[in-house]
């Protein structure tokens, strides 16, 4: 388990991370979302011990990072991918963190062939793709066999298979016990892959809650109806207690309803339907609502309306 207590982070007179409280608990893929500049990367950083806190505390397994023995046994991440050395071969980058945590050296091939990078054991990474590179990583995070494991932007550089698998990874590794925090900008992949979320804008938290809650409580789902005619097909669903409101292109939308309810309506009122569509919340919708007041920069085209100025 992570905890983070009170915690924050100052760079001379600007604060990172504010007060910021938070647990992350086995046995689940917790997310860890926010914009730009909100404190994601300085907050991971600190749990593993490459920033000092200002105030507050963040513990792993009950103590600070820094007094686990042999920790890639105990807490594995990938911040960095590209932190390895280029000069040596992916077996020997994975060789030196073996062997300065006493990992058994057979792990090497464990790990190698879990991300899929057997075959180029003994080449150098400095001429791996992004994604080459990006499973070096995950394979020096997996390499202590650890409860514990932090993902930064784990999908970066993969494609669509890569990005398919440690997807499952990172479910399976869940399903066994262990903690997972995953950091991602890809709003699509973590609604897939996290059964929580921890939400931050400015360094402050923002939400600390299970996915599907996050979503119902920032997102709007709603029942899209289209008929030839659409005020008979209003007016019917007024009587019945349903208000309506007009899309731009003719449809109209019907908060807290189901389909089936709707349905019925227009049927006893004799009213055609050319569509009859749930449509649901997506996670990126419920971020961007509640992550709003946070963003630090909004570019034109964004939804916003005014200047796009720096804030």
């Not at 990583?137 to 993902?151: K, N, Q, S, T, V």
């Not at 399976?172 to 992949?189: K, N, Y």
């Amino acid at each position: 388990m992570i905890e983070a207590a009170g915690l924050t982070k100052r760079f001379g007179r600007t604060v990172a991370v504010d007060r910021l409280s938070f647990r992350v608990r086995p046995g689940v893929v917790t997310g860890f979302l926010g914009p730009n500049g909100a404190g994601k990367s300085t907050t991971m950083r600190m749990i593993l011990g490459l920033d000092r806190p200002t105030a507050g505390t963040v513990l792993v397994d009950g103590v600070r990072y820094a007094e686990l023995p042999a920790p890639l046994t105990r807490v594995g991440a990938l911040l960095e991918a590209a932190s390895v050395h280029g000069g040596r071969s992916a077996y020997h980058n994975l060789l030196c963190l073996a062997q300065s945590n006493r990992i058994p050296e057979r792990r090497i091939g464990e790990v190698l062939d879990i991300v899929g990078l057997t075959a180029v054991a003994r080449k150098k990474p400095k001429g791996f793709s992004l994604g080459m590179g990006q499973r070096l990583g995950i394979a020096a995070a997996l390499l202590g066999d650890p409860e514990i494991l932090m993902f930064d932007e784990p999908v970066n550089g993969l494609d669509p298979e890569g990005i398919h698998w440690i997807r499952n990874l990172m479910k399976t590794l869940a399903h066994e016990g262990r903690t997972i925090f995953v950091s991602s900008h890809l709003m699509s992949e973590m609604a897939l892959t996290a059964d929580h979320l921890i939400v931050i804008g400015q360094g402050r938290l923002l939400a600390d809650t299970s996915m599907a809650e996050f979503i119902r409580a920032n997102a709007r789902s709603f029942v899209r109806l289209r008929s030839p005619h659409p005020e008979r097909l209003k007016d019917a669903l007024h009587r019945a207690g349903f208000p309506a409101r007009e899309a731009a292109d003719g449809a109209l939308e019907v908060d807290g309803a189901r389909t089936e309810e709707l349905g019925e309506v227009a049927a006893r009122d004799g009213v055609t339907l050319h569509e009859l569509s749930a449509e649901r919340a997506s996670l990126e919708e419920a971020f961007m609502r509640m992550t709003a007041e946070s963003v630090e920069y909004h570019t034109r085209g964004s939804g916003e309306e005014g200047p796009a100025w720096p804030r």
